[in-house]
């Protein structure tokens, strides 16, 4: 059965680093373009970060791009991001999601929980 199992969140202080992963099996990883989004309390679920099934092109939300970075795996049906500098606008439940156009699959983790605060 398809599984997506985010892991790596955390209570952390401003400015320090996390980095989130993202265990996939189930279905062809290498196949399905990758991303993270999050949800703050009280918000809508945002895209954070994308990268194509070959890894050759990544985007970022305004907001965390030159701090995150999103890397995959293959392999390892792994996909990961990498948190710098957080902030604690960061604070949300981070989760990944599995996407393919054709044909149409989209499949979610549960999340992770990121906090940052002082």
């Known amino acids: 059965q398809v599984q997506l199992v985010e892991s790596g969140g955390e209570l952390v202080q401003p400015g320090e680093s996390l980095r989130l992963s993202c265990a996939a099996s189930?279905?062809?990883?290498?196949?399905?373009?990758m991303k993270w989004y999050r949800q703050a309390p009280g918000k809508e679920r945002e895209l954070v970060a994308f990268i194509t099934s070959t890894g050759s092109i990544t985007t970022y939300a305004d907001s965390v791009k030159g701090r995150f970075t999103i890397s995959r795996d293959n392999a390892k049906n792994t996909v990961y991001l990498q948190m710098n500098r957080l902030k604690p606008e960061d604070t949300a439940v981070y989760y990944c999601?599995?996407?393919?156009?054709?044909?149409?699959?989209?499949?979610w983790g549960q999340g992770t929980q990121v906090t940052v605060s002082s």
């Open positions: 189930g279905f062809t990883f290498s196949m399905h373009v």
């Open positions: 999601n599995a996407w393919r156009l054709t044909p149409k699959t989209d499949y």
